[in-house]
């Protein structure tokens, strides 16, 4: 990643159910680090919330949990800029400009979208399949140009260079948004299913037992390692006979991604041991790492009036840096005033 000054790092999280390590692993822990070097503004999306059933009497309270999640994490509001995207209506103003430039054909192709919808094609909202449109607003309208995700969300980040790009032809800017690229690395970007290591780790999986969700204590974590599905046979010696073994693979790139080295390393210190030591040892080092994390989550979230302020003085932040692209969109395309 280049470290132009115009380099800017935009990425967000979904307030719907409970956040889980895919979602930590996948996203906020690689946020951490930009913040040494990047201007970050990370987005609690609560518009991609309504997209799906949502019940807005726990809207809210999820909105202020993820926040929390972020700042638990590391996330420091001071250096970065954390708040809510409906607060900002720029995100919104924007995405209705941009679903003129995307194609329907583009948006047919979102994996995504097929896999929420299933069957269901016709019973979806508009929003649903409208969803990555507004997510390339919330990264064009501050003219992001890196966006640290998890992989499932790749498809999406090319779309909105896809849309960027369009733009910059259609009307004749070249320029005007700059090409975001995805932040994609490392062992921890497409965490599985404890149950099945063919299914990504997901909220809206119905098994508890599927995921380790952030706020999950010891004995519930040491539980759900314990059931974890996996194969009859010992830890291979290499790294290449973990494929076809997907379940075995999950669980050593969750133990690589947490002690920070590569899956081979991993192999190197359990090769041959049985999955109900090496179980032990994860669970013990998942354990270690966010066990702090939930705690400070759960001391974050007993002011929520602090974190509506911070959330507030956030968007505040994030209106400002967005007005001048907004001004700029709206000149470009023809709006008066
Ligand atoms: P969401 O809320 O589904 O997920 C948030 C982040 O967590 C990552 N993630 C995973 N990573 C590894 N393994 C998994 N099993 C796993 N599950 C989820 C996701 O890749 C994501 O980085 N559309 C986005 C939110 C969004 C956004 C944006 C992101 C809206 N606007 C602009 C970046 C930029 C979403 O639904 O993420």
Redesign the pocket.
């Known amino acids: 990643m280049s470290g132009s000054h115009n380099s800017l790092v ?5 307030p ?1 159910g409970n956040l ?4 930590y ?4 822990r690689n946020w951490l680090k930009l913040q040494d070097q990047y201007r970050c503004i990370y ?1 609690v ?1 609560d518009m ?1 919330a309504l997209t799906v059933d949502h019940d807005p009497k726990s809207l809210a309270q999820a909105t202020r949990e993820v926040a929390a999640a972020y700042m638990a994490s590391g996330v420091d509001p001071k250096r970065s800029i954390i708040f809510n ?1 409906s607060q900002v209506a720029a995100h919104a103003e924007l995405a209705w400009v941009l679903n003129c430039v995307a194609r329907i054909g583009w948006l047919n192709r979102m994996t995504q979208f097929k896999d929420k919808a299933g069957k269901n094609r016709e019973a979806m909202s508009v929003g649903l399949y409208a ?2 449109v ?2 390339a607003a ?2 064009l309208a501050y003219r992001a140009t890196h ?7 790749k498809q ?2 090319e779309l ?1 260079r896809d849309i960027a790009q369009k733009f910059n032809n259609d009307f004749g800017v070249a320029d005007f948004f700059p090409l975001p690229e995805p932040i994609i690395q490392g062992p ?5 299913s404890l149950r099945d290591g063919t299914a ?4 809206s999986d119905p098994s508890d037992y599927s995921r380790i969700n952030l706020t999950d204590d010891a004995d519930a974590i040491a539980q759900k390692f314990r059931k974890a599905k996996t194969d009859p046979h010992p830890l291979p010696e290499a790294e290449k006979e973990l494929e076809g073994r997907p379940e075995a693979d999950n669980l050593i790139s969750i133990y690589a991604a947490f002690s920070e080295q590569p899956k081979q390393a991993v192999l190197d210190g359990f090769r041959g041991a049985q999955f109900s030591a090496f179980k032990g040892a994860l669970s013990e080092l998942v354990v270690s790492k966010l066990s702090p994390i939930a705690a400070e989550m759960r001391r974050l979230l007993a002011d929520p009036a602090e974190i509506d302020r911070l959330l507030h003085k956030g968007a505040e932040e994030a209106r400002a840096l967005a007005a001048p692209v907004i001004a700029d969109v709206r000149r470009v395309v023809g709006f008066v005033g």
């Open positions: 935009f990425s967000g999280m979904q719907t889980h390590l895919g979602n692993l996948g996203a906020i987005c999306v991609h995207q969803y990555p507004l997510m919330d990264i966006v640290p995700v998890g992989d499932d969300q999406h980040v909105a921890g970007m497409r965490i599985m990504k780790m997901s909220k």
